[in-house]
């Protein structure tokens, strides 16, 4: 039928957006838990804000914790998870976030192509890639759902702009005249209604929201140049216009932000994180960067462009700009928040290939749509198997909680000489597991002060790490040292590990994760309790030290 064949070659690429939006997400189904680090610390912190109601100052039941809300600019998954889980349960409630979280980040940049273009071309797929990156392996939820959640507000600025709307209304199929944006005017609901939305995703995210207003300031710069020939009136409503999207967020920071016991310097350290940069790009598995898809999409587009087979609109130049200069120059630490440097990146990645537009024929285009997905697919497959590895060792000590004893305080171990040259963040937070099943007490909880919605009731603060600079676990080469209270054996100790000065006095159980390596000969005070293949409990033996 005629309308057939003028329907499938308009919307066919659209249609490419929503299948690699569909192979990305299925890892999360594939597995109970995805080894994201972060993953079981949050998981832990949604049941205890679900489970909600207050018991004698207790989070639904747990002796050590109490719900603390404030207006924290960090609350995208506190909030959203705990009540869809009234409704699924915790673990779907928070595969259905990240799956949400997925979505934007595949079809945010899609429709910020659509905004500029006024259709979806196949760019936007190549830049579905980016959407498995460190944010995303990491675990870092609220980051990585506000920045999707920015794509989107992003693509509604362009599309509501001045200038659309006097193309629209002009019938003009070239660029708007600023003339006609101007008699147009802008409209107060407008404003209100980005204000709210940047308020939200201010909310979700403090940096997802700053690097927003980079995207904004920078697109509207670039539209002054374009469109209003430099003309400096014409600048000032521009910068006036974002300025007032933000106003509310601002004095939400400066008046409403509680302090944080985790906020310290900036640090940036840029020759040691230049590399975690580029690797951040794009992972198809915890700490496997993919250098050489990274390097074939950015050499193809730069080919493309020098070819002329590839055009970046001219009004993402200053964006892109910005961007990349924030993925290079971001620092590694502020406000209290590692990984700053990680944040960016695939930011950039996405965005460069929502503003691109690859001018080649139809068989061409559909020839590249069908290779893409090809790979999305495969990259799905390879982080799905990944997963599956680290889901049989989740499951068995998901097992063995049974094990361990209701409202026991455990601290996680790690033998680094069994482990060997193999990752081990993603057990960094394994024993968090165990906070909604058993009621226990782990170190290593994201309870930091003025960042996070749980906390710790007293004593137990002293006994838990206080900021991100404390929030990984101790060797079993250190725990001597660590009992004798001797901290200032190495900076690395004294900075990173205060809390477990005299551990053996506040602990019950030791998990030492050692992935059935050669281990380390126990040190006196852990007294074997389960043996496992990839893990081991161990009591905690207090000595005399303890009754002084």
């Not at 171990?413 to 937070?429: E, K, M, T």
């Not at 209270?485 to 590990?497: F, I």
Request: aromatic content about 12%; some cysteine.
């Amino acid at each position: 039928m005629a309308w057939e064949r003028d329907w499938t070659p308009r919307h066919w690429t659209g249609f490419t957006l929503i299948a690699a939006s569909l192979m990305l997400v299925t890892p999360l189904w594939n597995v109970w838990a995805p080894a994201m680090p972060d993953y079981p610390a949050h998981l832990a912190s949604f049941a205890l804000i679900e489970q909600g109601v207050f018991h004698h100052g207790a989070a639904g039941g747990n002796a050590f914790y109490h719900l603390q809300w404030n207006f924290v600019p960090n609350l995208a998954s506190e909030i959203l998870v705990p009540l869809l889980a009234r409704l699924t349960g915790v673990i779907v409630a928070t595969k259905l976030f990240l799956t949400a979280a997925l979505f934007l980040w595949i079809l945010g940049p899609g429709a910020i192509h659509r905004a500029l273009y006024g259709r979806v071309g196949i760019a936007p797929l190549f830049g579905s890639f980016f959407a498995y990156n460190a944010n995303f392996i990491w675990g870092f939820f609220n980051y990585y759902f506000a920045a999707g959640l920015s794509f989107a507000i992003f693509a509604a600025w362009i599309a509501t702009s001045e200038e659309r709307r006097a193309k629209r209304v002009s019938g003009s199929s070239g660029p708007a005249k600023a003339t006609n944006a101007a008699s147009l005017g802008e409209r107060p609901g407008r404003l209100l209604g980005f204000a709210l939305a940047i308020t939200a995703l201010y909310f979700c995210h403090i940096f997802a929201a700053a690097s927003l207003l980079l995207m904004l300031a920078s697109f509207e710069l670039a539209q002054n140049f374009r469109l209003d020939n430099r003309d400096l009136p014409a600048l000032g409503r521009r910068a006036l216009r974002v300025a007032l999207l933000y106003v509310p967020a601002a004095l939400a920071f400066v008046l409403l932000k509680p302090r944080s016991t985790g906020e310290g310097g900036v640090e940036f350290n840029l020759a040691d994180t230049m590399l975690d940069r580029f690797q951040s790009l794009m992972q198809h598995a915890f700490d496997t960067s993919d250098y050489v898809l990274t390097a074939i999409l950015f050499g193809g587009l730069a080919l493309a462009l020098i070819l002329r087979k590839a055009r970046l609109h001219p009004a993402m130049w200053g964006v892109l700009a910005v961007l990349l200069v924030g993925a290079l120059g971001a620092p590694e630490w502020a406000l209290g928040g590692w990984a700053v440097h990680l944040r960016l990146p695939a930011v950039f990645g996405a965005m460069l290939f929502a503003s691109a537009e690859l001018r080649m024929p139809p068989p061409a285009r559909a020839s590249l749509a069908v290779l893409a997905l090809t790979m999305i697919a495969g990259n799905a497959i390879l982080l799905t198997q990944n997963w599956l590895g680290y889901d049989l060792v989740y499951r068995q000590f998901q097992a063995s909680l049974e094990e361990i004893p209701r409202g026991s305080r455990l601290l996680t171990v790690l033998d680094g000489n069994a482990i060997g040259g193999r990752s081990d963040q993603p057990y960094w937070h394994m024993a968090e597991f165990a906070v909604p099943e058993r009621g226990v007490f782990t170190p290593l909880l994201f309870t930091t002060k003025g960042q996070h919605v749980v906390q710790w009731n007293q004593p137990y603060a002293r006994y838990a790490a206080a900021s991100a600079q404390q929030g990984s676990p101790p060797d079993v080469d250190e725990l001597n040292d660590l009992a004798r209270g001797a901290l200032d054996a190495n900076a690395e100790m004294r900075e990173g590990l205060p809390y477990l000065d005299h551990f053996q006095c506040h602990f019950d159980i030791a998990v030492v994760v050692h992935l059935g390596g050669k281990r380390t000969p126990a040190p006196s005070m852990l007294r074997l309790r389960q043996d496992g293949s990839f893990f081991s409990f161990y009591d905690i033996l207090p000595d005399r030290s303890c009754r002084q």
